[in-house]
């Protein structure tokens, strides 16, 4: 059991206040970290697999024709030669005034709007661009088609594939995930070894009501489990502190997070999987605390007699 039954004339030989030292405030501290750092390693590592699963079939033909009838007639051909392929999922012709809007937002309108139909912005020579999504798997394949076809529909235009300039963002983000994940294990262990002094000093504390009990005939699991189920209940009151804390600033952030509806940050969620971690790490973190601290407690009291 992670808290053992112990009988109540029992529990009278050790104090039992809640609270009472500095051990739960320690855990509490430690155990709201874990439960951050859990969830930025969660939610990062799905934003990465998000941005991998959009960019990785996915590429951008570039026609940068001085003329603007046959920059747009080679756009469409493209499209339409493009969208009748088999390892072609869809092709899409980016709207010029999309185009504008998207340059509006960095340079802005006349009226301090987003500048899709400024004239300065209208006067620009933007390039013809076509999304194509390619099916299956042989990237290399259909990258080498796609060149064939863009070659004989809009020759000098250039295929930019997206992963390109996604790719290391979305390897950064992945390493980030891995180091939240390295935080979440170094706080585990930082917690066992509070737990591993906290059980060391309870013996060196109560030595003498230690001796005592050996005196009368009580063994060393017998002291172990009036030991252990003090400091696994300290123990379990500094995690559900932290984790109440912890959940207060998740669904905090949650809140605001709900308002990003575009942008990478728009990828980031935890996901049921997430959140069934994060509920069950508390139990965790009781189980290896209990565990922790009745192997230390075994292990000290056969060195005491």
């Known amino acids: 059991m992670i808290i053992p039954r112990v009988p109540v004339q029992h529990r009278r030989l050790l104090p039992d206040r809640r609270l009472s030292g500095p051990t739960p405030w320690v855990i509490a501290i430690l155990m709201m970290l874990t439960l951050l750092a859990a969830a930025a390693g969660v939610g990062l590592a799905r934003s990465a697999n998000a941005i991998g699963s959009?960019?990785?079939g996915r590429v951008t033909v570039q026609i940068v024709t001085a003329n603007p009838v046959a920059r747009a007639e080679q756009a469409a051909a493209l499209r339409r030669r493009a969208a009748a392929q088999s390892f072609v999922r869809s092709a899409r012709s980016v709207d010029q005034q999309e185009l504008r809007a998207t340059l509006g937002q960095w340079f802005g309108g006349e009226d301090g709007g987003a500048g899709g139909d400024d004239p300065v912005l209208r006067s620009l020579p933007l390039p013809a661009l076509v999304d194509i999504d390619f099916v299956g798997e042989d990237r290399a394949g259909h990258m080498e088609a796609l060149r064939t076809l863009v070659a004989q529909e809009a020759p000098g235009a250039r295929i930019i594939p997206h992963a390109?300039?996604?790719?290391?963002?979305?390897?950064l983000?992945?390493?980030?995930?891995?180091?939240?994940?390295?935080?979440?294990?170094?706080?585990?262990?930082?917690?066992?070894?509070?737990?591993?002094?906290?059980a060391r000093a309870a013996l060196?504390?109560?030595?003498?009501?230690?001796?005592?009990?050996?005196?009368?005939g009580a063994t060393d699991r017998q002291i172990t489990r009036l030991f252990q189920r003090r400091i696994?209940?300290?123990?379990?009151?500094g995690i559900a502190l932290g984790s109440v804390v912890a959940a207060a600033i998740l669904l905090l952030i949650g809140w605001q997070w709900s308002g990003v509806t575009s942008g990478l940050a728009a990828t980031a969620s935890l996901g049921p999987a997430g959140w069934a971690l994060l509920l069950a790490l508390p139990l965790l973190a009781i189980a290896l605390a209990a565990l922790?601290?009745?192997?230390?407690?075994?292990?000290?009291?056969?060195?005491?007699l």
């Open 54 to 56: 959009a960019i990785a």
């Open 164 to 171: 390109e300039w996604l790719g290391p963002v979305a390897r």
């Open 173 to 198: 983000i992945r390493s980030l995930a891995w180091v939240a994940g390295a935080l979440v294990l170094l706080m585990t262990l930082a917690s066992a070894a509070v737990v591993i002094m906290t």
């Open 204 to 216: 060196g504390t109560h030595y003498a009501t230690i001796e005592m009990l050996h005196l009368i």
């Open 232 to 237: 696994a209940i300290d123990t379990a009151y």
């Open 292 to 304: 922790t601290a009745r192997q230390t407690l075994l292990a000290a009291l056969k060195k005491i």
